[in-house]
Each structure stands twice: as structure tokens, then as C-alpha cells.
């Protein structure tokens, strides 16, 4: 992620968090189902006022924040695939490919 990609993400999911990263939701990606494994990165998410998802790689809040991110340390967590599920709608129509990663393609298309 460049530089000015995080900051334009990080007002909007801190937004969303009220300041803190750990009222949101820890996604964890990495799955031996997933064909992109290697490359996965977790994401913590936070909800809009409009009620779709804004997402934040965990790897880009640790560089920002200085801070160790685990999964117990937010408000709760979720598997990918669940969260494919709950959003299941909203991926198909925010998204162009089906054989990509959804998160990552939300997350290029939140910028």
C-alpha cells in the first residue's frame, strides 16, 4: 500500500472506530482454502455509517500505529469466509473478478 493510500484510507476507518483500532473486527484471511494463501493479509474492518465495510490491512495499522495487533485485541473476529457470506451481495456488486481475492478488491476500490 503507498503512502498516500494510507492516509486516505486511515481517516475513514478511524472514523468508523472512534479512534481506536480495537473496536473493529479482526478478518483473518489466511486459509488452506483460499488459492491466494501465500499472499493473504489480515484485515481489520470497520462499518460506515451506510453500512459497508471499510477495510484496513492489519500489517498497514501496525506500521501507522507502532502497535502489535492480534486478533484478541479487538472487538471480536471473523473468517473470511464468513465474512463473504454476511456480504455476500455487496461483493458481488463491488467487485469485478471472481476468481480474486474479494478482500483485496474491496480494498483497492475503498480508495
Excluded at 6 to 27: I, Q, T
Excluded at 40 to 69: K, Q, T
Excluded at 70 to 88: H, V
Amino acid at each position: 500500500m503507498k503512502e498516500n493510500q494510507k492516509s486516505n484510507e486511515l481517516y475513514p476507518f478511524m472514523k468508523a472506530v472512534r479512534g481506536n483500532w480495537h473496536n473493529a473486527l479482526y478478518l483473518s484471511c489466511r486459509q488452506s482454502t483460499c488459492t491466494q494463501h501465500e499472499s493473504c493479509r489480515d484485515f481489520l474492518m470497520a462499518v460506515d455509517a451506510e453500512g459497508h465495510p471499510i477495510l484496513m490491512p492489519v500489517d498497514a495499522m501496525r506500521s501507522l500505529s507502532g502497535e502489535d495487533i492480534e486478533p484478541g485485541d479487538c472487538l471480536g473476529t471473523l473468517e473470511k469466509r464468513k465474512f463473504e457470506t454476511l456480504y455476500s451481495l455487496y461483493i458481488e456488486w463491488h467487485t469485478v473478478s471472481q476468481t480474486d481475492c474479494p478482500l483485496r478488491q474491496l480494498l483497492e476500490t475503498q480508495t
